[in-house]
């Protein structure tokens, strides 16, 4: 628990650095609300947020003696994943539908990190999150926190922490909480973390992909 209480915040700090340090964000004259980023901005912060995360995954597990949550290589396994991947983007897609701040809030966030990638680009933002992100909230941070319900909702609001990318930016943080619950459950009742992997990645290629099309469709 210790560990948890100074190394997620600190990672949150660092990350914030990176992102005011580096990325320099301007506004977006079409609108305000949404700064500009270039594609090499939103690819190297992505890159650098995995390896942070996974230092710190590295770091929990020697300094706090933490087993990995075993990662169990199943078609079931795969068919979970995929099948929560498909739940969470339906029920993603009913909440930006009905509740307008998260509506708002989710279009400046996906303004801010996928207009600026092209196609190809997003594989990385479905592999990198996925991955680095699921290990240390799903693998490394429930078996340290015991594993049990109180685990998966303080791991989730971690991970909902995580998402903060401004103080207007709660509604996503919620919705990126209750995820994390949702993962951090399944992960629980089953003990095998490729599933949360899986539908993580899957999630984010889902989610990023749809807004693309949506976008150009807009566009047209």
Same mark, same amino acid.
């Given at each position: 628990?210790?560990?948890? $209480?100074? @190394?997620?915040?600190?990672?949150? +700090? =660092? *990350?914030?650095?990176?992102?005011? !340090?580096?990325?320099?964000?301007? #506004?977006?004259?079409?609108?305000?609300?949404?700064?500009?980023?270039?594609?090499?901005?939103?690819?190297?912060?992505?890159?650098?947020?995995?390896?942070?995360?996974?230092?710190?995954?590295?770091?929990?597990?020697?300094?706090?003696?933490?087993?990995? $949550?075993? @990662?169990?290589?199943?078609?079931? +396994? =795969? *068919?979970?994943?995929?099948?929560? !991947?498909?739940?969470?983007?339906? #029920?993603?897609?009913?909440?930006?539908?009905?509740?307008?701040?998260?509506?708002?809030?989710?279009?400046?966030?996906?303004?801010?990190?996928?207009?600026?990638?092209?196609?190809?680009?997003?594989?990385?933002?479905?592999?990198?999150?996925?991955?680095?992100?699921? @290990?240390?909230?799903?693998?490394?941070? =429930?078996?340290?926190?015991?594993?049990?319900?109180?685990?998966?909702?303080?791991?989730?609001?971690?991970?909902?922490?995580?998402?903060?990318?401004?103080?207007?930016?709660?509604?996503?943080?919620?919705?990126?909480?209750?995820?994390?619950?949702?993962?951090?459950?399944?992960?629980?009742?089953?003990?095998?973390?490729?599933?949360?992997?899986?539908?993580?990645?899957?999630?984010?290629?889902?989610?990023?992909?749809?807004?693309?099309?949506?976008?150009?469709?807009?566009?047209?």
């Amino acid at each position: 628990m210790l560990i948890a $209480l100074v @190394l997620v915040p600190m990672l949150y +700090a =660092l *990350l914030c650095r990176l992102f005011v !340090a580096y990325l320099k964000p301007v #506004a977006n004259p079409n609108n305000p609300e949404i700064e500009t980023l270039n594609r090499t901005q939103i690819l190297v912060v992505m890159g650098v947020t995995a390896i942070v995360l996974l230092i710190v995954t590295k770091i929990w597990q020697k300094l706090g003696s933490v087993e990995l $949550l075993p @990662l169990n290589f199943t078609t079931d +396994a =795969l *068919l979970w994943g995929i099948g929560m !991947a498909t739940g969470i983007s339906l #029920a993603s897609s009913i909440v930006y539908r009905l509740w307008p701040a998260y509506r708002r809030s989710a279009d400046i966030y996906l303004e801010l990190v996928i207009k600026p990638l092209v196609w190809p680009d997003l594989i990385w933002l479905g592999l990198l999150p996925g991955l680095s992100e699921e @290990l240390l909230f799903r693998g490394v941070m =429930l078996p340290a926190l015991g594993l049990n319900i109180t685990a998966v909702i303080l791991s989730s609001l971690f991970f909902g922490v995580l998402h903060l990318s401004g103080s207007d930016q709660w509604p996503y943080v919620v919705w990126a909480t209750v995820i994390g619950f949702a993962l951090g459950y399944v992960a629980l009742i089953t003990g095998n973390l490729l599933i949360p992997i899986v539908a993580h990645i899957i999630t984010n290629l889902v989610s990023s992909c749809l807004w693309k099309i949506s976008q150009s469709r807009a566009s047209e």
